[in-house]
């Protein structure tokens, strides 16, 4: 089954480096390029890619409102923000906003093509231990504790521990561990738990944690 990949980015040189690699790999295929996030919101609506690459800072739409824009149209597309910076504020933002991870512009290329076979699979590409941290980082910005709302009720105790877990940045194997649960069992609970709160995958639950003041900011 090929993959199909959107490239948004403003850098032209950038985007040719990327297709090169993409395109030497038999289950990908690159089908469409765009310079800004406007385009890149147009091209995807158009195209309906698998995956899109999105750089992060573009001129007229950039990668948090272009993310932004996607995920409230419904678009199924897993969205890679890519930026210089490992600790990008906008990375968060973006992560927020629905992307499924980001990825630093100078990724080796065999991280670049696992990451997106990552997200094509359902999976995130960052680590929920990485968003920790970066959300750890600035969390001086972040706005003040939501309250909870009416899905979380419906989380049973279980999904609940499940959640923090996840949320800690704890693997499904340590979960299943700590929880002396198998590693099936725990897959369920997280499956059930996006579903209840409607997030894309775990890295929404570690955001969604945060968001809802129900792992602390720090430490």
Do not use: W
């Amino acid at each position: 089954m090929t993959t199909r990949i959107l490239l948004v980015d403003d850098q032209e040189l950038l985007r040719m480096g990327f297709r090169m690699v993409l395109e030497a790999q038999d289950d990908f295929a690159v089908v469409g390029e765009a310079s800004n996030g406007a385009e890149g919101v147009a091209l995807a609506k158009a195209l309906q890619p698998d995956v899109i690459l999105m750089d992060v800072r573009m001129p007229e739409l950039d990668g948090v409102q272009a993310t932004q824009a996607l995920v409230s149209a419904g678009c199924r597309a897993r969205i890679i923000i890519l930026t210089t910076f490992d600790l990008d504020e906008y990375a968060h933002a973006a992560l927020r906003a629905g992307a499924s991870g980001f990825l630093l512009k100078d990724a080796q290329p065999t991280d670049l093509l696992s990451a997106i076979r990552a997200v094509a699979s359902g999976d995130a590409v960052v680590a929920p231990s990485t968003t920790r941290r970066l959300l750890a980082t600035i969390a001086h910005q972040l706005p003040a504790a939501e309250p909870l709302d009416l899905a979380a009720s419906t989380l049973t105790p279980r999904e609940r521990e499940v959640l923090l877990a996840v949320a800690r940045g704890l693997s499904n194997a340590e979960i299943a561990d700590a929880l002396v649960l198998s590693e099936a069992t725990v897959k369920t609970h997280v499956g059930r738990i996006l579903a209840k709160l409607e997030l894309r995958d775990r890295v929404q639950i570690v955001i969604y944690a945060y968001d809802h003041g129900l792992v602390p900011a720090r430490g």
